[in-house]
């Protein structure tokens, strides 16, 4: 594949898929094989562990939108920078709702494999995330 169709395959993983919530279209944009760096603890490997992963947090955040800010394709590596934003709604690792609305920070790389995406490597603000939801004290913030 081009860098050109690499890079519209990654968006179409994050409009379609991720954002749009249209799991019936992980078969056809994530391999069987996909390799997520990091996976969700105790989830399977594979296109199983990546639609898990994807429903756990449209599970919790409903709304979730992943907005790109860039894409860069070079042979079969894409690195996107975007930002999540989303409202938490539903449980999530073991915060329950808050109504809390979050943004964070993703800068990550794909491999593409045979027309689709092979291995995922993110970088994500979690704490900033955990931190929006109240999970985790903001700096500077007094415990006492």
């Known amino acids: 594949m081009s860098?050109?169709?690499?890079?519209?395959?990654?968006?179409r993983l994050f409009e379609e898929v991720i954002t749009g919530g249209n799991m019936s279209l992980a078969?056809?944009?994530v391999a069987p094989d996909y390799v997520g760096h990091p996976t969700p603890p105790g989830l399977p490997p594979g296109r199983e562990g990546f639609i898990l992963t994807?429903?756990?947090y449209l599970s919790a955040f409903p709304d979730l939108k992943g907005t790109i800010h860039e894409i860069i394709a070079e042979g079969d590596k894409v690195a996107v920078r975007l930002t999540w934003s989303g409202t938490h709604k539903g449980e999530f690792m073991g915060?329950?709702?808050t109504g809390k609305s979050i943004s964070?920070?993703?800068?990550?790389?794909?491999r593409i494999a045979d027309g689709?995406?092979?291995e995922y490597w993110g970088q994500q603000?979690?704490?900033?995330?955990?931190?929006?939801?109240?999970?985790m004290p903001a700096p500077g913030a007094s415990g006492s």
């Open 3 to 11: 860098t050109e169709q690499n890079k519209a395959l990654a968006r």
């Open 27 to 29: 078969d056809e944009v």
């Open 54 to 56: 994807i429903t756990m």
């Open 95 to 97: 915060i329950p709702p």
């Open 104 to 110: 964070v920070g993703e800068n990550l790389f794909l």
């Open 116 to 118: 689709k995406v092979a």
């Open 125 to 135: 603000d979690n704490m900033g995330m955990m931190q929006q939801l109240g999970a």
